[in-house]
Nanobody, 125 residues
Framework: QVQLVESGGGLVQAGGSLRLSCAAS????????MGWFRQAPGKEREFVASIGWTGGSTFYADSVKGRFTISRDSDKNMVYLLMNSLKPEDTAVYYC??????????????????WGQGTLVTVSS
C-alpha cells in the first residue's frame, strides 16, 4: 500500500524557518513528480511547489517563490520543503503529493495520484 508521511510542521514566529519532510513507502516514484500543497482554514487546497522526476525541474507558487525550496532524494524516496522567511499567511496544513502520471508535471490537485495526511504549520505574527 502506497503511503506518504509528512513531518516537520509546527509553530514558528514570522520570519522563521521550517523544513518539511515527506517519506514515501510501498512504491518507488522514480518517474513521478512530487510536490507540496497547502490548505488554510476555509480555503481550497492550493499548489505550493513541485519537483520533477529527475530533480532538475522545480516550480513554485508566486506566493512562495524566493522563500521556499523543494528538493528530493529519489534513492530514499523522500521529498523536502525548506521554508524561509515565513509569514502568518503561510499558516496551513501542508500536504505531500505524488503525481498521477509518470513523466508528467504537477500543476493542480487534478494531477495528484497520492496524498499524505498533512502536517500543520502555524506562523505567529
Amino acid at each position: 500500500q502506497v503511503q506518504l508521511v509528512e513531518s516537520g510542521g509546527g509553530l514558528v514566529q514570522a520570519g522563521g524557518s521550517l523544513r518539511l519532510s515527506c517519506a514515501a513507502s510501498g512504491q518507488t516514484f522514480t518517474y513521478n513528480a512530487m510536490g507540496w500543497f497547502r490548505q488554510a482554514p476555509g480555503k481550497e487546497r492550493e499548489f505550493v511547489a513541485s519537483i520533477g522526476w529527475t530533480g532538475g525541474s522545480t516550480f513554485y507558487a508566486d506566493s512562495v517563490k524566493g522563500r521556499f525550496t523543494i528538493s528530493r532524494d529519489s534513492d530514499k524516496n523522500m521529498v523536502y520543503l525548506l521554508m524561509n522567511s515565513l509569514k502568518p499567511e503561510d499558516t496551513a496544513v501542508y500536504y505531500c503529493a505524488v503525481g498521477l502520471h509518470s513523466f508528467a508535471r504537477i500543476s493542480n490537485t487534478q494531477t495528484i495520484g497520492v496524498w499524505g495526511q498533512g502536517t500543520l504549520v502555524t506562523v505567529s505574527s
